[in-house]
C-alpha cells in the first residue's frame, strides 16, 4: 500500500504562484512515476504532470506547460508541484497519483494510477 497526502492548495490571484506537495510513503519503492491530476467542477478529471523517480524523466500537459515545473526529492518521497502565472481555469482539485511506471503513451492516463491523494483545492482569482 501507498499512502499519498497533498498540502499547499489555496487561493491565489491570477498571475500569482503556489507550490503544491504530495508526501508519499507505505511501500513507495514500488511505486516509480508520480502524477498530478486535476479536476474541476463539472469535468473529467484532467492530466497536468508526471515524473519518473528513478530517471527524472518528466511529462507535461499542453496547457502548462512552460508554465507549471515538477520535481521529487527522493529522500523525502514527496514530489513538488510548481504552479506559476496562474490562471482562473487552473481552478480545481488538485490530486497526486502514483504508478508502477508509465511510458510517455500512458503518463496522460489516470487509468495508469493506483494509488490517489484526497486532493488539494487551488483557487484563482481573476
Known amino acids: 500500500q501507498v499512502q499519498l497526502v497533498e498540502s499547499g492548495g489555496g487561493l491565489v490571484q491570477a498571475g500569482g504562484s503556489l507550490r503544491l506537495s504530495c508526501a508519499a510513503s507505505g511501500r513507495t519503492f514500488s511505486r516509480d512515476a508520480m502524477g498530478w491530476f486535476r479536476q474541476a467542477p463539472g469535468k473529467e478529471r484532467e492530466f497536468v504532470t508526471a515524473?519518473?523517480?528513478?530517471?527524472?524523466?518528466?511529462y507535461y500537459a499542453d496547457s502548462v506547460k512552460g508554465r507549471f515545473t515538477v520535481s521529487r526529492d527522493i529522500a523525502k518521497n514527496t514530489v513538488y508541484l510548481q504552479m506559476n502565472n496562474l490562471k482562473p481555469e487552473d481552478a480545481a482539485v488538485y490530486y497526486c497519483?502514483?504508478?508502477?511506471?508509465?511510458?510517455?503513451?500512458?503518463?496522460?492516463?489516470?487509468?495508469?494510477?493506483?494509488?490517489w491523494g484526497q486532493g488539494t483545492q487551488v483557487t484563482v482569482s481573476s
Open positions: 515524473i519518473s523517480k528513478s530517471s527524472g524523466s518528466t
Open positions: 497519483a502514483a504508478a508502477g511506471w508509465v511510458r510517455p503513451t500512458t503518463a496522460g492516463d489516470p487509468n495508469a494510477y493506483d494509488y
